[in-house]
């Protein structure tokens, strides 16, 4: 079974930022060893969730490992992301959607923290 994983932003006006939810999609990938990684937008951005995995289905993905890449589990979480996934899902039959919690609550979130603090 080949598992893709998709990186899933808001998205922003600002290409730039875009381009950086595209650059961690990529050392997420390098890092893990992963073949398959695709970062995905729900606004703002291309491509969007749907794209990303038709693109990882074309690979011959038969499961697919969704990472919000939103800090808190807000309306776009509860509210978006679980609606589009259900509708994807009706789409692609046999293609096994998982969607992780947001960043909120993960251990090495005050780490991060922390370290902004100290390397100012």
């Given at each position: 079974?080949?598992?893709g994983i998709i990186l899933f932003a808001?998205?922003?006006?600002v290409e730039s930022a875009n381009d950086a939810v595209r650059a961690v999609a990529a050392q997420l990938a390098?890092?893990?060893?992963?073949?398959?990684?695709?970062?995905?937008?729900?606004?703002l951005g291309r491509p969007g969730l749907?794209?990303?995995v038709t693109c990882l289905a074309s690979e011959g993905v038969s499961s697919v490992i969704v990472i919000p890449y939103?800090?808190?589990?807000?309306?776009h979480m509860e509210?978006?992301?679980?609606?589009?996934?259900?509708?994807?899902?009706?789409?692609?039959?046999?293609?096994?959607?998982t969607v992780t919690p947001p960043l909120d609550g993960h251990p090495a979130l005050v780490h991060v923290l922390l370290d902004r603090v100290r390397n100012l």
């Open positions: 079974m080949k598992t808001h998205g922003s006006r390098h890092a893990g060893g992963f073949p398959h990684v695709e970062a995905a937008f729900l606004e749907e794209d990303a939103f800090l808190t589990l807000g309306l509210r978006d992301l679980p609606r589009l996934v259900d509708d994807i899902s009706l789409k692609n039959k046999g293609l096994q959607i």
